[in-house]
């Protein structure tokens, strides 16, 4: 993948400013360290850093179509580009690249803005019409590839990351308390919100057109959402024998692996514990002649390490893996690091296990890798799926329902939130969901962390009046695809792809590709009865693992699920270095002023004192964890002055690429 970045001048007249595009382009060299290419027309400019895997000797960006009236830069993969290719040369189009990219100018000559269901991959771009002045900024169905912007005055700013937005001068970081408030509400940044105020992200499946004034004026920016997740409606999903089932998502997996083997560079991939990575590499082994490399993590401590796990996998597989070694201090080590490259508070720790994986494989000399995310969102993977359908025993239907009371019961003894606000975020959300009573402990943290003054900035706000979820859809379907869908919105985006999946990896200049979060995947997965995805409400991942077990060992393809899960508040606490207890000193936590002083140093020197947070409580530790989290953003993205750490400074380009003077032909 690669990095994009640029200005568009609403009023369609003011050339770009060059410095400005160097500054943002700059600051995504991480994202693409071995290019760099520009484009500057009236009302645009365009930056992109390149990371080369597909076309490796002509595919600097932007990229034209024939008469150069059409322009494109992009960061991600279509992974079916040689058929797309094929289809577009038959129609008479002429590529002059080998650059998967290329295929955007030409679906834009040819679909104009219906282009969107012709794309397979993951991406995020941005194309201008020279001639229609028209803009398209574009992300993949699922977010995989990041795209953030924002308007200041009559200028959108767009980047890959939110540090080329800041870079360009125009943006000024500043705290959006909403978006802190997801992070301790939901453990993940989902929706448009981001920790920035007047910063947003482009959804998963939508595209922003701005359609630039010919005369007097300034263009409107429209979002439009070209895809959402779909189920069948309770009672019509896909049903069958054992076999067959298993055989067509076997094929359709073993597709979405061969495509994502597609490279001109050496793909590799992450193997844990679990089964699903596992499938993946045995899958890719199976698809490409030979094993894959695979780099698993060791980490010293109990319930942390998978290293055997995989080994025993790896070797059903075949593979010999690279073991990356990881310290007691992996988490203090890379948490830094960790918030530079996530723009976000950072509450999951173990996210600093991926960032070690990452940089292992580009010290291999490796650019791809394949990953296992996403089977737990379709497969009911978690255990909050397990306990939703173990309850719903009590439910007939949708017609008598208790569970949605008893649902709220716990969650008022567990949470203390009221009832009228239970009822309000039910009704938001559809009624209550398998993640509904986790959210709820998770939010018990905000309500004694965040102080007066920060509570009185969010007003009545809840994180739940940001989602955006087709309730009308989601009354039809079953409670568990209900709450599938929830996890597709809200935990994946919000989470596994934004803390521990894109820019974690690019922060090494590494691309991750998901096999289980491939368009075809995805469909035959959703169209599936329930009892395949969870059967007994006990079994999770049934067919996937029925699937596995054809190829791997019984013992691999039905190992249990388990979450990894680094310590939380003890992380960061016990035997606290000296930049820490800079973070959550008296006068750090006022300065910033998002939390009650009071109470976070009474907890701190409680974790501090026992050595363990554990009498604070699971949920209290993830809080708590939050606010040195928190913190540490703060000072690195905020203007410093909270602990001895550096501040974020962008990194200088080793030279600079020319800039394209676009001008459409006459």
């Not at 010290?363 to 296992?372: P, S």
């Not at 309850?391 to 649902?407: C, E, K, M, Q, W």
């Not at 964890?625 to 913190?631: E, I, K, N, S």
Request: proline share 5%; with cysteine.
């Amino acid at each position: 993948m690669c990095g994009i970045a640029g200005s568009i001048d609403l009023g369609g007249k003011r050339l770009p400013d060059r410095t400005m595009l160097q500054r943002m382009a700059d600051a995504l060299i991480h994202r693409g360290p071995e290019d760099s290419g520009f484009l500057s027309a009236p009302g645009v400019g365009f930056a992109h850093r390149r990371l080369s895997i597909v076309g490796l000797q002509d595919g600097r960006q932007p990229i034209y179509n024939e008469d150069r009236t059409v322009a494109v830069i992009c960061n991600g993969e279509f992974f079916d580009h040689p058929e797309r290719r094929a289809h577009l040369e038959a129609k008479g189009h002429i590529f002059s690249t080998h650059s998967d990219s290329e295929i955007l100018v030409h679906l834009y000559e040819e679909y104009g803005e219906g282009l969107f269901p012709h794309l397979k991959g993951q991406f995020a771009f941005a194309l201008v019409d020279l001639v229609r002045g028209v803009v398209l900024l574009g992300r993949d169905r699922v977010g995989i590839c990041p795209l953030f912007w924002s308007r200041q005055g009559d200028t959108i700013y767009f980047a890959s990351e939110i540090k080329a937005l800041i870079a360009s001068g125009a943006v000024r970081p500043e705290a959006d308390p909403r978006g802190l408030d997801h992070l301790f509400t939901f453990f993940a940044l989902s929706s448009r919100r981001t920790a920035f105020k007047g910063v947003q992200a482009l959804e998963p499946g939508h595209y922003l057109r701005i359609e630039l004034p010919r005369g007097r004026g300034v263009a409107t920016p429209v979002e439009r959402k070209y895809w959402d997740f779909d189920f069948p409606d309770w009672g019509d999903e896909l049903d069958g024998d054992e076999r067959q089932l298993t055989d067509a998502f076997q094929a359709v997996f073993e597709n979405a692996v061969d495509i994502r083997l597609r490279a001109d560079v050496p793909v590799v991939g992450y193997l844990s514990g679990g089964v699903d990575s596992a499938f993946v590499m045995a899958t890719a082994g199976r698809v490409a002649g030979r094993a894959l490399p695979s780099f698993t993590l060791r980490i010293p401590g109990k319930n942390l390490d998978e290293a055997d796990e995989a080994m025993e996998a790896a070797q059903a597989i075949g593979a010999h893996p690279t073991v990356v070694q990881a310290g007691s201090d992996l988490i203090m080590d890379s948490y830094e690091a960790l918030t530079r490259a996530a723009e976000c508070p950072v509450l999951d720790t173990s996210c600093a296990a991926l960032l070690a994986l990452s940089r292992e494989v580009r010290a291999q000399g490796y650019k791809v890798v394949l990953t296992g995310e996403g089977a737990d969102e379709g497969f009911a993977g978690y255990i909050w799926f397990k306990m939703r359908e173990m309850a719903r025993i009590l439910d007939y239907g949708d017609a008598f329902t208790p569970t949605s009371v008893l649902s709220r019961v716990i969650r008022r003894v567990g949470s203390k939130q009221s009832t009228e606000e239970l009822k309000r975020i039910d009704a938001l959300l559809g009624g209550p969901h398998a993640q509904s009573v986790m959210y709820s402990l998770v939010s018990t943290a905000r309500d004694r962390y965040f102080s007066p003054s920060f509570k009185e900035d969010l007003g009545g706000h809840v994180a739940y009046e940001d989602l955006d979820l087709d309730l009308e859809r989601m009354a039809r379907w079953h409670p568990l695809n209900r709450s599938l869908y929830l996890g597709y919105k809200v935990h994946l985006a919000g989470l596994l792809l934004t803390q521990k999946g894109d820019r974690i990896a690019m922060a090494n200049s590494v691309e991750t590709r998901y096999p289980f979060l491939d368009e075809d995947v995805i469909s035959f997965v959703s169209q599936l009865s329930p009892r395949w995805k969870l059967r007994r409400r006990t079994r999770d991942k049934y067919l996937l693992r029925q699937a596995a077990g054809q190829i791997l060992p019984q013992n691999i393809a039905q190992r249990p699920k388990h979450m990894f899960q680094a310590p939380l508040a003890d992380s960061f606490l016990v035997g606290a270095p000296a930049f820490v207890c800079e973070l959550v000193s008296e006068e750090s936590l006022k300065r910033t002023g998002y939390f009650d002083v009071d109470q976070v140093r009474r907890d701190c020197a409680l974790v501090s004192a026992e050595g363990s947070s554990r009498n604070l409580g699971r949920f209290y530790s993830l809080g708590l964890g939050g606010v040195v989290a928190t913190q540490l953003w703060h000072h690195v993205y905020l203007g410093g002055g909270l602990c001895s750490l550096p501040v974020d400074a962008p990194p200088v380009a080793a030279e600079e690429a020319p800039f394209d003077e676009a001008v459409p032909a006459a």
